[in-house]
């Protein structure tokens, strides 16, 4: 049975809250508790708990050791609603939708809470003055009714939900934190970098390639500035447009070598270096701040910390506690087989149904065996590259595999018609028009040549938007799937980006976590899109340092 209960908090730290019939409706008087986390771990039988945010509430109860088996986040289903009904960009805010509801002039979202560099759960919170208790029954009652009037009404109360099960694991995330050896990682930056300059605090490694970069232009330049390096090039007679690797390699002069080797440590040092490990890592763990469908695809990102972008050698430091394992487990070339379960394309599908190489799979049905013509055609059927070779590709592609491509050219066709294009749950793409539309397709539109331009641009987001889109679906119900399996252990969950998810656990509890992943993902992927042949498989490693699993 779904006992659900809403609940706010009030000042002193307790809580109003009442039990809520099918229809978000009050079943029984409001009751006011003294204290919110004894308000909630006395009512076990609770199935789902309705609050205004996550970030608002699940820390507080996370920290007095309260676990929640599931909520529902009033403005994380705001957000996608409005997506879904191509009023992207509207307030999203509690007191926005009882604005709307009461036909009250409709407040701006307030600014975003900000991490602060090793606070524990860093999730981003919207800071307003609550709206009342009733006015939060209101809007919650009547978002059920939205749901009602989506296109896929099943879809959307599935995506509503997952996004609020990603909140939960989001918030107990940044609590377990992922564990980080300060002591290796300060290792790792004398061993690249060398010892810091007293005064300056600049690396050694840096300030002498720094020198041979000045010798080589035959004057001072100052390397960590492009604007500077383009003019040394100038002067010694090349034509440079900008400092990236693919291009600088094309030339040959003797500050190519030190310049590119000091891009790279020069990245490492202001990204990763110590400053960031005073900053961000306490405690033996790296808090970044998780915040669920970041972007306008699903996929998450973090508030701080850089927590998706850690480099391949600074990994060497992130290592489990003694006695512990990281369970590092990737799904394989998950987009591609998304496609296959959203097209519904026979070929396709019967290729993704087996564990091994797709893209290997492809070139023999195919591409005469080609993996890399095969893989090429696939990922550009996805990511747009339907031009030259890409063409060629695509059409041998077709051909095979025709239900697919079309897939993702009518999700093209629709974007450069300006129609909303959804993920297979239902999220929406932006609007035409709508100032991200303006980031996602080359910059504000009184700075693009054409609108035939504007409108390829943004069939080649809407192109992708559908498949990454609907991996990002999966991926929620994965982690959620993945969050009750191992709720008896003593695992954890600590990292997530995209396909990739890495728990904390007990050595002993390793195979059982490994197991446990893999059928999150399988009963991900019959929920999330149905019956199908289609099989996403992980690759796993368990490993005693992050480094180790790649």
Request: hydrophobic content about 40%; overall charge negative.
């Amino acid at each position: 049975m779904d006992e659900r209960w809403a609940i706010a908090p009030v000042e002193g730290g307790g809580a109003l809250l009442v039990a809520l019939h099918p229809d978000g409706q009050p079943a029984g008087p409001v009751l006011r508790e003294p204290d919110l986390a004894a308000a909630v771990g006395s009512r076990p039988e609770v199935t789902r708990w309705v609050w205004r945010s996550s970030p608002e509430i699940y820390p507080r109860l996370l920290a007095a050791g309260v676990r929640v088996e599931r909520c529902y986040d009033i403005e994380s289903a705001e957000l996608l609603l409005l997506g879904h009904e191509g009023r992207w960009g509207e307030p999203r805010s509690a007191a926005a939708a009882w604005a709307r509801l009461s036909g009250k002039p409709v407040p701006a979202d307030p600014p975003l809470r900000s991490t602060t560099p090793g606070e524990q759960s860093s999730l981003f919170e919207i800071q307003e003055e609550p709206i009342g208790f009733e006015a939060l029954l209101r809007v919650y009652a009547e978002q059920l009714r939205r749901h009602q009037q989506a296109e896929y009404p099943e879809r959307m109360r599935l995506l509503t939900a997952s996004e609020s099960s990603g909140m939960l694991v989001a918030a107990e995330m940044d609590r377990a934190g992922l564990p980080w050896s300060a002591s290796r990682h300060r290792a790792l930056l004398t061993e690249l970098l060398g010892e810091r300059f007293a005064g300056s605090g600049e690396p050694r490694r840096l300030t002498e390639l720094a020198d041979q970069i000045s010798e080589a232009f035959g004057r001072r330049v100052r390397p960590e500035l492009p604007a500077d390096v383009l003019k040394a090039f100038k002067q010694a007679g090349f034509q440079v447009t900008s400092t990236r690797k693919w291009e600088l390699e094309r030339i040959e002069h003797p500050a190519v070598a030190p310049l590119l080797e000091y891009k790279t440590l020069y990245r490492i040092y202001t990204a990763n270096g110590w400053s960031w490990l005073s900053d961000w890592v306490h405690d033996g763990r790296f808090r970044p701040g998780f915040i669920p469908g970041g972007t306008v695809s699903g996929r998450w990102v973090t508030n701080g910390g850089g927590g998706l972008q850690i480099p391949k050698v600074i990994r060497k430091a992130v290592v489990a506690d003694p006695g512990w394992r990281l369970v590092v487990a990737d799904a394989s070339q998950l987009e591609p087989r998304v496609l296959a379960a959203i097209s519904r394309d026979p070929g396709l599908m019967e290729v993704a149904g087996d564990s091994g190489d797709l893209y290997k799979a492809v070139s023999d049905k195919a591409f005469s065996g080609d993996r890399g013509m095969a893989k090429l055609a696939v990922l550009g059927s996805i990511y747009g590259q339907t031009s030259g070779d890409g063409l060629k590709n695509l059409a041998m592609l077709r051909k095979r595999f025709p239900k697919a491509v079309a897939y993702v050219d009518d999700a093209a066709r629709a974007g450069e018609e300006g129609r909303l294009v959804r993920t297979w749950l239902g999220r929406t793409c932006p609007p035409s028009g709508s100032p991200i539309d303006d980031a996602l397709l080359e910059g504000p539109s009184e700075e693009r040549q054409t609108d035939a331009r504007h409108a390829r641009a943004r069939g080649r987001f809407t192109r992708n938007f559908v498949v990454q889109g609907s991996a990002a679906d999966w991926a929620l119900l994965m982690m959620a799937a993945l969050r009750q399996s191992i709720v008896d252990l003593k695992a954890e969950l600590v990292f997530f980006q995209h396909d990739e998810v890495i728990v904390h656990c007990p050595a002993d509890e390793a195979d059982e976590v490994a197991a446990a992943v893999q059928a999150a993902g399988d009963l991900a992927g019959r929920i999330t899109f149905g019956e199908t042949p289609t099989r996403f498989p992980f690759t796993t490693a368990i490993v005693e340092c992050y480094a180790d699993a790649k």
